[in-house]
């Protein structure tokens, strides 16, 4: 999925931010149970409070990974 979330990232920026976690190095181990992720590709979005508003599971295609995001910035295309 990193090259649809390099896609979203640049087409949104100011708009979104993200957060790339490698899940065995790092902080990633803690992280991923932390949020109780159990493998990946994983896509987490938070809104501003940091609250989690969605979660997607696996490898999705890009078009269904920008309606959510859509969605979640009510923007309207």
């Known amino acids: 999925m990193a090259p649809i979330v390099d896609g979203l990232e640049q087409?949104?920026?100011g708009q979104i931010a993200v957060q790339r976690?490698?899940?065995?190095?790092?902080?990633?181990p803690a992280?991923?149970?932390?949020?109780?992720?159990?493998?990946h590709?994983?896509?987490l979005?938070?809104?501003?409070?940091?609250?989690e508003l969605h979660r997607l599971i696996g490898p999705k295609p890009a078009r269904e990974v920008e309606i959510l995001l859509q969605e979640v910035l009510n923007v309207k295309r």
């Open 31 to 39: 992280i991923m149970r932390a949020y109780k992720i159990l493998g």
């Open 45 to 51: 979005i938070f809104n501003s409070q940091q609250q």
């Open 11 to 13: 087409e949104y920026s």
């Open 21 to 28: 976690i490698n899940a065995n190095e790092g902080d990633g």
């Open 41 to 43: 590709p994983v896509l």
